[in-house]
């Protein structure tokens, strides 16, 4: 049985279906609280050895290959631009606060426990003056925020470039 709805969410239902909002961004049923729902991925990521296993699996395939994980932030997390026109899909953003950063803390514990190399992308975004990285409706990013993580990235790969550090000067 599917569960009741309100008017209101079949519109955005509707909507969804028509590829006006991103269906990834309805209602979450029992956790509309976006706290509670990234703490509870923390938790999750920290119990449960599926996401782990996958991780390490992709590192082995290719042992002779540089591995870099890149953690890619919520939009939650860098702004709250946004929160009133997600309020009306159903979250709940207590005080307009941001999200805290518990699932990067525990991936990045995990990952330098298991000597990977990681991209952390929430602390540049929160450094950044323009957070206009997101669309609002959309937990995508957009083309600005697309080439902020690929300069990241780059940045990162040539500060850390294996070549750099074996050649000669």
């Known amino acids: ?17 028509m590829g006006v909002v991103n ?3 309805l209602h979450r049923g029992d956790m509309p609280d ?30 002779e290959s540089d591995y870099l994980l890149v953690m890619q ?24 606060e941001l999200l805290g950063r518990e699932i990067q803390d525990a991936v990045r514990a ?9 991209v952390d992308v929430l602390p540049a975004m929160l450094a950044s003056p323009d957070k206009n990285f997101y669309h609002c409706i959309d937990d995508h990013y957009k083309e600005s925020g697309n080439q902020f993580v690929a300069d990241l990235i780059f940045q ?9 550090k074996t050649s000669a000067p």
């Open 1 to 17: 049985s599917f569960p009741t709805r309100r008017s209101s969410d079949l519109d955005l239902f509707d909507k969804a279906c």
């Open 34 to 63: 976006q706290q509670a729902h990234y703490r509870s991925l923390s938790k999750l990521f920290q119990k449960d050895p599926f996401t782990q296993n996958s991780l390490m699996k992709l590192k082995k395939l290719f042992p």
């Open 110 to 118: 995990w990952a330098v426990q298991n000597q990977i190399d990681i």
């Open 156 to 164: 990162h790969l040539k500060d850390h470039s294996v070549h750099s």
């Open 73 to 96: 932030p919520s939009k939650y997390q860098v702004t709250n631009a946004c929160f009133t026109e997600l309020e009306k899909l159903g979250f709940d953003f207590p005080n307009h």
């Open 23 to 25: 269906p990834h961004l």
